[in-house]
Antibody
């Protein structure tokens, strides 16, 4: 069974940094693209960032470009999101999501999410 | 990267069919057959219903179907059931390794 366990969320002050992690199991992690998607309380989904299986292709939403960095460690079956210069509007539930073999293939399996709260 | 446009809510009676639209632009929905749809029940993670406009993953009921015309994609739920009451989101590849979601549609079964 595919499992994605998100962690690293918490309460952080405006302008500070936080690193999210996602531990993957139940599939060959190194063969698939991965994504981070966030959801603000009571609102919709926003794609944040995606990374190809070999880290050669990476994309970011305009809202986080220059502040967030996605990375992966295929040896550890792990995905990361380094979030710097956090803003109040970054407050959300962050999901790690499994993609397809290519970055342009659909996202199919979602983690349970980890909550990030940015306080002013 | 503008969000795709979905109606805020759609409702129908059990057994009816409803359609949710998802309007994008020539740089996303109109340019790629890479639209997917997700169902989200309250307090749960989203679930993939449709990928590549009209393909269903194994295990997804065939009363969900997808289509696309120009810059607008659509999700049709045929034979509406109580358990279909949920939020639905469309998503499209937007080029340059980026994706964009719609604002979501709340489906109510009357």
């Amino acid at each position: 069974e595919v499992q994605l366990v998100d962690s690293g969320g918490g309460l952080v002050q405006l302008g500070r940094s936080l690193r999210l992690s996602c531990a993957a199991s139940g599939f060959t992690f190194e063969d698939y693209a991965m994504h981070w998607v966030r959801q603000t309380p009571g609102k919709g989904l926003e794609w944040v960032s995606g990374i190809s299986w070999n880290s050669h292709s990476i994309g970011y939403a305009d809202s986080v470009k220059g502040r967030f960095t996605i990375s992966r460690d295929n040896a550890k079956n792990s995905l990361y999101l380094q979030m710097n210069s956090l803003r109040t509007e970054d407050t959300a539930l962050y999901y790690c999501v499994k993609g397809g073999e290519l970055l342009l293939h659909a996202m199919d399996v979602w983690g349970q999410g980890t909550t990030v709260t940015v306080s002013s | 990267q503008s969000a795709l446009t979905q109606p805020a809510s759609v409702s129908g009676s059990p057994g009816q069919s409803i359609t949710i639209s998802c309007t994008g632009a020539s740089g996303d929905v109109g340019n790629y057959n890479l639209v997917s749809w997700y169902q989200q029940h309250p307090g749960k993670a989203p679930k993939l219903l449709i990928y590549e406009v009209s393909e269903r993953p194994s295990g997804v009921s065939n009363h969900f179907s997808g289509s696309k015309s120009g810059n607008t994609a659509s999700l049709t739920i045929s034979g509406l059931q109580a358990e279909d009451e949920a939020d639905y989101y469309c998503c499209s590849y937007a080029g340059a390794s980026t994706w964009v979601f719609g604002g979501g549609t709340k489906v109510t079964v009357l």
